[in-house]
């Protein structure tokens, strides 16, 4: 189930649309309903914005329109109850779908933590919602999302997941991971520019996560380039998760702006060749381990103007490491 007006429906109160690319990639792959809790509550469009003040939902004229955006959650709940869609993506910031922030109701553009009407209804009921801002992508029945800010602890965990364990050697205590080398991966993420992550969630667990910082690790290049790390339990590797996780990112990033990305692998990692199929090549490497980049935007042309790549390749056996 998705909010109709992400779907490119003109539902939206002035009358447009909030149109996203990655939900008609999700449309075409899956049976997909599509909901404007508004419209199905009885208002018309275009119509005067409302928001949440005091738990009444009030539009900006001051007019009381609560009792038609509790009837359009309502009708909503109603469906999803009788269809039991797996996932429900909603748009974000709406005194009906947003999921985790709202409006404030003073009609200033403030935000505060807290779901609207119909995204509040169908949680408090047991079903998955998730802000479209923050959707990715689905992949294997996987859903790739940006992080609540309580799943940001989890990268310590998934670090470790992420060292290379060559064959017969024994796995190291998980404290390596406080060594300063490692815990720049970590400590501190979400303060820097470049430090955006995103996670991939079955069943209501995150079993995988890629995220990138610009940091004076292994692969670092220069202090423009994000570094890459990427990593899945074990039992979720090599069906194409983690080069979902990855082709996301890459998109991440570009759309940001950024140049290119980069990582370390160590030589006897089996992934070296999949990195490269992926996009990225070898720029560097010492005793150990080769030196990675994948650019996302290519020089300009001699005509003075930029081209872009296509995304990089897929590759559904794609391993972490």
Known sequence: MVSACLAGENCKYNGGNNRSEKILRLMAGNEVITVCPEQMGGLPTPR????IRDGIVTARDGRNVDREFRA????CLEIALRERPELIVLQSRSPSCGVKQRYDGTFTGTLVSGAGVTAGLLMENGFRCIDGEDFAAVCNDVVIRKPAPGEIRLLRDFLYEAIFIPEGVDPPEREIVERPELKIYYDGF????????LVAETDGRVIGAVWTRIMND???????TPSFAISLLSQYRGIGIGTQLMREMLSL????????????????N??????MKAGFEIIDENDEEFIMVCRLKEPADPAGRLS??????????LPEH
């Open 253 to 268: 990033l570009k759309e940001c702006g950024y140049e290119q990305a980069s990582l370390a692998v160590q030589k006897a």
């Open 308 to 317: 872009f790549p296509g995304r990089c390749p897929q590759d559904n056996s």
């Open 190 to 197: 979400g303060s820097g520019p470049a430090d955006y992550c």
């Open 72 to 75: 359009g959650a309502a009708k």
């Open 270 to 275: 089996y992934a070296v060749r999949m990195y």
């Open 48 to 51: 005067v914005p409302s928001e």
């Open 218 to 224: 292994y692969g670092h290049v220069d202090d423009e």
